[in-house]
């Protein structure tokens, strides 16, 4: 019997079943996943075919091309952010079956278009179709389904082939800086065009928008959208060209995941590869803790969160993500408003964001906690010693992306008051994310790529980097209000303000986090080492 | 290293009341009762899913039992953990170690979670890297290591901090014969310095060359217990093994398609 794309999807469907199978957290996070689906995609139907009720053909040409734009650049974002990606037919299992890569590519692309994500997006994108048709008609309604279809299959082969080919340049260590700049580069890019249409947006100049977004819908980005619309204003003759560049994109992305597709099969059998230097003739302990670190249980395990930080792939492309959004977050927010103000409330929410990697904390190691757990660490030790190891790397990152915005603003005067924000939203943020990691902590799979998550696992990952974002923004909010209303004395006493601020909170969460930690040890290392 | 005097008590090295564990339906471990006498070279038998794991698991604190007791050294491991824990060394099977560090740093971090001094850490790491053929100035992350290297790794990190007693999870599971030869050598003069070992098996020749103790588990349950000549009588221990489990004898009938 041929294996056809169909078994692909009967096998994931299967795995989300039994994962879902008696327990009870997991299917609220199911359950709960779904309802946040149905919104998201009942209000994009909403939108999108408001203007086609309304009968505007010219509101509905900017608005379905740009929402169009964004759903694609969330697709390709949000995964590398927040949610990861849905893993649970990790191509290297299939390395040992004898099946066509053409078959195996196919499969699990059709794997990846049965989840709710896509089917949201689907039913979100509809409403583009009723708008068509109000505007166009029948064949108008008919282009654009096929459009909205192609529209989906790019998302999902975008996505896909991001986050592959960026797992796989995270493998070798040589690829991981080409990797990090790479990155970067691409959402340099994107400034350049947020820039444009918020420039537009602000001075509520819509033909300056429109003439963005006409460029747009022959990108790959707005073509899938755009095609009903353009049989509904006779120009018919369009359609073929723009679903000539979406077939040819999803091409391009298929033919880009295809290879590193291959390279994620063989990577998991032939190993990370031997990583062996000089050997060294340092004592052990001084290897381990660098000389500024106590040569006791913290510095053990703040030096071993450290190495690990770096050394493992999945918090590595953590890391990365983290420094690249909050370094060009703020800068493309400060750029595009021309609202004078510092962006405190940005330099929160890059703080909150890098706190949210803590979420799992436990989860990064699995079974490897075992070792903690048989040593008896207290659980005070072990919750500041990894927020120790992890701000090494972020408090440096935070000051620096402070400086930057505070540059970018032109007012080098509120660099101060604006670390005094960000160190007090990074310290608010992890007494939010620390009880959620000791209490809400889910397994990882052991799979090759770093943004791999076991089915549901993305979406207690979103709801929980959402919940603590949330958490910080409004704890940080006295800090934001007492800046706004203080003016000039704020720039004076806003850093340590600030740095007491977060302090405080973090020792509060500390205090309070570290009993629930020993009570549920156990608990815990059953919970990250789950890999049933 | 050196090897532990021995104190005197009339506490077994580990006793086991009562222990349970369900996992969802199935019960992994039905109650169990054991002691293991100070100074004794315990083997614990069973087949595949017998529960060994589960019950070292709860033994050494790993897994909270849904009922019964686990004292080490007269020390509860569940109301007493840091007492119970800092006297016991544990090599678990299936379970991942900090395999991003580099043997030596994984032997540092161990010693210094345990408390211990840095400069004995140092010492005591040297030897042991030095004495397990892992070479002391490697710089290869225990993730690259071979699987019986990790073994090797896990059983240095266990006795770094000179415990009372070992507890070790199918330790000579993918491990060749020379370093098997090489462990079972330093696990015999541990326990002939007063040091007491609990290890799990299924290997037979390998439980009948060391051990002064066995107990063989199935489904949950302790079937057989007491010193290896008790156990085994005049038979071998693999017959008595076969007879305790109820395992299938082939007839030479099945798969003949083969």
């Known amino acids: 019997m041929a294996v056809r ?4 999807v009967r096998l994931k469907l299967r795995l989300l079943a039994n994962g879902l199978r008696g327990r009870n957290s997991r299917v609220v996070l199911f359950v709960l996943g779904v309802l ?4 998201a995609a009942f209000s ?13 053909q010219r509101p509905a040409e900017v608005l379905l091309p740009l929402g169009g734009a964004l759903i694609v650049l969330g697709w390709l974002f949000l995964p590398l952010i927040f949610f990861g990606v849905d893993e649970s037919l990790d191509p290297a299992r299939f390395a040992l079956f004898p099946l066509p890569r053409a078959t195996l590519l196919r499969g699990l692309f059709a794997a990846s278009l049965a989840g709710v994500p896509a089917i949201a997006t689907f039913v979100a994108t509809l409403g583009m179709v009723h708008a068509a048709a109000a505007l166009g008609g029948f064949g108008a309604a008919l282009t654009e389904l096929a459009g909205v279809i192609g529209g989906i299959l790019l998302c999902a082969a975008l996505s896909r082939a991001v986050t592959s080919g960026f797992a796989t340049a995270l493998r070798s260590r040589r690829a991981r800086d080409l ?8 959402a340099a890019l994107l400034g350049p065009i947020q820039l444009g249409a918020l420039a537009a947006a602000q001075r509520a100049d819509w033909r300056g928008v429109g003439r963005v977004v006409d460029v747009l819908a022959w990108t790959p980005l707005g073509a899938p959208w755009s095609m009903g619309l353009d049989v509904a204003a006779g120009r018919a003759a369009v359609v073929p060209v723009k679903a000539l560049i979406v077939v040819g ?3 391009l992305l298929m033919w880009w995941w295809s290879g590193s597709l291959e390279r994620a099969m063989v990577g998991a059998a032939g190993g990370s590869g031997k990583r062996e230097s000089a050997t060294s003739q340092r004592p052990p302990v001084a290897q381990l803790i660098p000389r500024w670190l106590p040569r006791s249980r913290f510095g053990a395990l703040a030096a071993r969160e450290m190495r690990y930080w770096w050394r493992e792939t999945r918090r590595r492309a953590t890391l990365i993500t983290f420094s690249v959004v909050g370094i060009f977050l703020p800068i493309l927010v400060a750029t595009g408003s021309e609202s004078s103000g510092p962006p405190g409330a940005m330099l929160v929410f890059v703080a909150a964001l890098a706190a949210v990697s803590l979420a799992n904390q436990f989860g990064f190691e699995g079974s490897a906690y075992a070792a903690n757990v048989v040593a008896g660490v207290p659980g005070r030790i072990e919750l500041s010693s990894r927020a120790a190891g992890y701000s090494v790397y972020v408090l440096p990152a935070l000051f620096l992306m402070a400086l930057i915005a505070g540059l970018v603003v032109d007012s080098p005067a509120a660099v101060p008051a604006l670390s005094g924000t960000i160190f ?5 943020a992890m007494a939010v994310v620390m009880p959620i990691s000791v209490r809400a902590a889910y397994p990882l799979p052991d799979s090759t790529s770093p943004f791999a998550m076991s089915s549901g696992g993305g979406m207690a990952k979103g709801l929980l980097s959402f919940l603590a974002l949330v958490g910080a923004t409004i704890a940080t909010a006295p800090l934001q209000i007492a800046a706004f209303l203080l003016g000039d004395i704020w720039l004076w006493i806003g850093l340590p303000v600030g740095l007491a601020y977060g302090a405080g909170a973090f020792a509060l969460g500390l205090h309070l986090t570290a009993p629930v930690l020993d009570r549920r040890i156990p608990e815990l290392l059953a919970t990250v080492s789950a890999t049933r | 290293m050196t090897v532990p005097l021995q104190r005197e008590s009339p506490d077994p090295a580990l006793a086991l009341h009562g222990l349970i564990k369900r996992f969802e339906a199935k019960v992994a471990v039905a109650g169990i009762d ?3 006498p100070q100074g004794s070279f315990f083997g614990l038998l069973g087949p595949n899913g017998a529960g060994k794991t589960t019950t070292l698991s709860m033994a050494v604190g790993l897994l909270r039992p849904d009922g019964g007791q686990a004292r080490i050294l007269g020390y509860d491991v569940w109301a007493d953990p840091v007492a119970a824990k800092s006297r016991i060394g544990v090599l678990p099977d299936g379970v991942r170690l900090f395999d991003r560090l580099t043997g030596s740093e994984l032997l540092a971090y161990h010693g210094l979670l345990r408390g211990m001094d840095a400069t004995v850490v140092d010492q005591r790491a040297g030897e042991l890297m030095d004495v397990l053929e892992l070479g002391a100035g490697n710089r290869t992350l225990v993730v690259d290591y071979s699987a019986g290297m990790k073994k090797k790794i896990g059983l240095a990190c266990a006795l770094l901090h000179a415990p009372r007693l070992l507890v070790l999870d199918e330790p000579f599971e993918a491990v060749d014969p020379v370093s098997a030869a090489l462990i079972r050598g330093i696990l015999n003069r541990y326990v002939a310095g007063g ?6 098996s299924h290997v037979m020749a390998v439980v009948e060359r060391l051990c002064s103790h066995v107990a063989i588990m199935a489904e949950g349950r302790i079937r057989v217990h007491g010193t290896l000549d008790r156990v085994r009588g005049d038979r071998s221990l693999e017959e008595v093994f076969v007879e305790v489990v109820g395992g299938r004898t082939a007839t030479g009938s099945e798969l003949s398609w083969l």
Not at chain 1, 5 to 8: K, L, N, P, V
Not at chain 1, 44 to 56: K, T
Not at chain 2, 195 to 200: A, D, L, N, Y
Request: negative net charge; without cysteine.
């Open chain 1, 5 to 8: 794309a169909r078994h692909f």
């Open chain 1, 249 to 251: 994109s999803i091409g």
């Open chain 1, 44 to 56: 994009g139907y909403l939108i999108f075919s408001l203007p086609g009720i309304l009968g505007e």
């Open chain 1, 424 to 428: 007090a939203a990074y310290g608010v």
């Open chain 2, 195 to 200: 040091g007491t070992v609990v290890f799990s």
């Open chain 1, 36 to 39: 946040l689906g149905l919104i």
């Open chain 1, 179 to 186: 990797a990090t700049v790479a990155f970067a580069g691409t």
């Open chain 2, 34 to 36: 054991l002691d293991v």
